[in-house]
């Protein structure tokens, strides 16, 4: 895998097409708690977070639709058991498709206690955090603060349908402690962690 001299992980370039119609991936689709103990590769790890906030336009659009295009959310995943990613926190970087590492260390135990215990948030190969940083909306909009949980929904459901779609599983979590998933994962002051998706392959 290669690693720039910044210290970043190069993702390997997301599929923009796949096996499963999008009304198969919706038909199917059902929220997974129990994940067989087996790793996700990096590709698989690359394709989940381009679902989540990847680039798809010359122009900066994203697969989630955005209030103004102004790209409020933040997402990290915790890997925990990821072929060729060292376990730890890493932040996506949507513009260059890349991972920029926060915190070393398997986060996965901490994210779960934080999330009141929930197992699958520790069964899970990984964990993908959705974040918010409210500002950049509401510094606009007068409903910034709404349309920020909006798109954390419409990224989350893009997690949805691309894990399925790849044969995985996922839960959207929303029972969690704010400042527990925040320290876990490393999180600046001005984020605000909006949705836990522990990722594996279905028990
Ligand atoms: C805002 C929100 C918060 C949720 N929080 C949790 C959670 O903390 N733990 C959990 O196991 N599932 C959580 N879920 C998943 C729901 O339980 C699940 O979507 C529901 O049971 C319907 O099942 P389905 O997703 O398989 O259609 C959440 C879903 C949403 C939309």
Redesign the pocket.
């Known amino acids: 895998m290669p690693v720039s001299s910044s210290n970043t992980i190069k993702l390997p370039a997301p599929v923009n097409d796949g096996n499963m119609s999008v009304e198969k991936a919706l038909a199917g689709?059902?929220?997974?708690?129990e994940f067989k103990d087996a790793p996700l590769d990096i590709a698989e790890v690359s394709q989940l977070l381009w679902a989540a906030q990847g680039i798809t336009d010359p122009d900066g659009f994203r697969t989630a639709p955005s209030a103004g295009a102004l790209y409020p959310l933040e997402v990290y995943v915790a890997a925990g058991n990821v072929k060729g990613l060292t376990p730890g926190i890493y932040k996506y970087k949507p513009v260059d498709h890349e991972l920029t590492p926060v915190k070393a260390g398997d986060a996965r135990a901490a994210l779960s206690d934080a999330?009141?215990g929930?197992s699958?948030i520790k069964d899970g190969a990984v964990v993908i955090i959705i974040a918010g940083v409210f500002e950049r909306t509401t510094v606009k909009y007068p409903a910034g603060e709404k349309y920020v949980h909006m798109e954390a929904?419409h990224s989350?459901q893009n997690v949805?349908l691309q894990a399925h779609a790849l044969g995985l599983g996922t839960?959207?979590?929303?029972?969690?402690y704010d400042d527990a998933v925040k320290k876990a994962a490393g999180m600046s002051e001005n984020e605000r962690p909006l949705?836990?998706m522990p990722v594996g392959r279905p028990a």
Not at 29 to 33: D, E, F, H, L, N
């Open positions: 689709r059902r929220s997974v708690r999330a009141l929930q699958a929904g989350a949805y839960v959207a979590v929303g029972a969690f949705y836990l």
